[in-house]
Each structure stands twice: as structure tokens, then as C-alpha cells.
């Protein structure tokens, strides 16, 4: 068994690595947050109830259940949030992205 050394550059990485919430690691490419990414917002804010997304169609959801009152929240709130749907390029933004997502 051999102890490998870790050099000072690694060691710094390790210690100022952001959670996974706030990197690529834990989006999803179609918006929203992954599996990895609300472990990660979990574990930095204990008590916190941070769900999945709810992207079942609003046609196939009960119209008083939680999910569909969840989703009805959420795209009240991100709706009216400030900020382009469209980046410089063209692309979705992240808040388009999740709006779709969440089929709002």
C-alpha cells in the first residue's frame, strides 16, 4: 500500500469546491436541478424541503393535488421573474429552461 501524495494544487481544489447545486454537476441540461443537485442543496441547508420538479402534464394531474398546486406556485413565482427567456446567442436561459420544464 502506497499513501499518494496530494500537491497543493489539489489540495486547494478540494477545499474550495462549490456544492454540486451550483455546478454543471448537479443541472439538468433540460433545466431544473438533478438527483445530485438536491442531495447536495439538502445537505448544505438541513430542514430545507427542496423537491423534484413536477412535470407530469397539467391535463394529467388532479386539479386540487399537490403536485398540480406545487406547480401552480412555482410557475406564479418564476414567471414574474426578471431576466431575458433567450441569452446573447440564442439559447434558452436557465429560468426558460425550468419553466419549460415545469410546464408552465
Not at 72 to 79: D, G, P
Given at each position: 500500500m502506497t499513501k499518494q501524495k496530494t500537491t497543493a494544487r489539489q489540495a486547494a481544489t478540494k477545499a474550495y469546491k462549490t456544492a454540486a447545486w451550483t455546478r454543471k454537476e448537479g443541472k439538468n441540461p433540460e433545466g431544473g436541478l438533478n438527483a445530485a443537485?438536491?442531495?447536495s442543496y439538502r445537505r448544505q441547508n438541513p430542514g430545507s424541503k427542496l423537491s423534484m420538479a413536477v412535470t407530469t402534464p397539467p391535463s394529467k394531474l388532479k386539479p386540487n393535488s399537490k403536485a398540480?398546486?406545487?406547480?401552480?406556485?412555482?410557475?406564479?413565482?418564476?414567471?414574474?421573474?426578471?431576466?431575458?427567456m433567450k441569452d446573447s446567442k440564442g439559447r434558452p436561459t436557465r429560468k426558460a429552461l425550468s419553466l419549460r420544464k415545469w410546464n408552465c
Open positions: 443537485g438536491i442531495a398540480a398546486k406545487r406547480r401552480k406556485s412555482f410557475c406564479a413565482r418564476m414567471s414574474g421573474m426578471p431576466g431575458p
